[in-house]
């Protein structure tokens, strides 16, 4: 979970538990030290995301010691040596990873929080992905993953593992604002949209607040003006320093126009609650509590 709701605290708490902790911050720095930070909490493998639409060069090179390396949202193309994995939306996109060299593809359903790549829902496109691959390439599934009911389903389809986003947001080690938590407990619903889609012009999946009840009237993707904007402008805000963006993202309230997809952490600015993007998925509607991530993990075991 990026923007760094993620960070060593989380990764490491999901590693030691037994599970794969994935680390998802922006910048070869902050990679390197949150992989040295988790490195120091758990001898357990650890994987860091990057994100295809911002990485430069030296990501991958800071990634490049993790156990896993996760791609997301672009061109699958191997960067690093270890272990590569693709999060895919399609039947198209997974077949141009696995053939890319992908160790394994994370098949992600449109119930899924965050970034959503897709249209279709996790366990269709997992079958439609499964039946057209080889045969014991791995596939993991994303999307819908709260209950140990649902991670027995996917592997029960034929995953070798399934990820979980959504439920450790509410994980005390998780970085989400305290007030942003608060609200992802009391939802019982989630937005498609592409409001928050500076720098960043794709669909995501939020739960509703200010900056969503001021833009999202007939069309739940946002204003035409916005989406053009965005679009357009899209190359030039990626490559605003980072300094810049984080001024923009303090500056930005329910009524902006164009609205980052940044996301409200407990050491980032108040306001990105009612003017950011408040990531969830649909299984935000069946989780009422925060529980420490090991729990988490124990309690998602088949
Ligand atoms: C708050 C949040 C942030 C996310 N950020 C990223 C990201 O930076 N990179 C990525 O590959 N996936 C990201 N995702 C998507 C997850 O990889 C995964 O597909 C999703 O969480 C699965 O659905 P679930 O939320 O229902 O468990 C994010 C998801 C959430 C909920």
Known sequence: MGGG???????????????????AVGGAVAIARELAAARALTGQPLAVNILLPFARRDWFEAAASADV??????????????????????????????????????????????????????MELFERIAGALPGGYP????????????????????????????????????????????????????LLTELFGAGWPASHRVIANAATEHWLGRDPRGPRLNRTLNRLLAPAVRYVPAGMQGR?????????????????????????????AL????????????????????????
């Open 139 to 190: 596939l993991l599934l994303a999307g819908g993953i709260a209950t140990r009911e649902d991670v027995a389903r996917a592997l029960g389809a034929g995953a070798v593992a399934a990820v979980a986003g959504t439920r450790f947001l509410l994980s005390e080690e998780s970085r989400a604002h305290p007030e942003y938590r608060k609200r992802l407990l009391a939802a019982e619903r989630t």
């Open 279 to 302: 990531y969830a998925g649909e299984t935000v509607a069946r989780i009422d509590s925060v529980r420490p991530a090991a729990e988490l993990v124990g309690a998602l075991t088949p």
């Open 5 to 23: 709701l993620s960070r060593h605290e989380l990764a490491a708490a999901v590693s030691e538990a037994g599970g794969l902790g994935t680390i």
């Open 69 to 122: 390396v996760v791609t997301f949202w672009g061109k699958p193309r191997r960067r690093t040596p270890g272990v590569w994995l693709h999060q895919c939306g399609s039947l198209a996109e997974a077949r141009t990873a696995h053939a890319a060299g992908a160790d394994a593809v994370i098949v992600q359903g449109v119930e899924a929080g965050g970034h959503v790549r897709g249209v279709t829902p996790a």
């Open 248 to 276: 923009m993202a303090r500056a930005q309230t329910p009524g902006s126009r164009l609205l980052t997809p940044l996301g409200p952490t407990d050491d980032g600015p108040d306001n990105l609650i009612d003017a950011g």
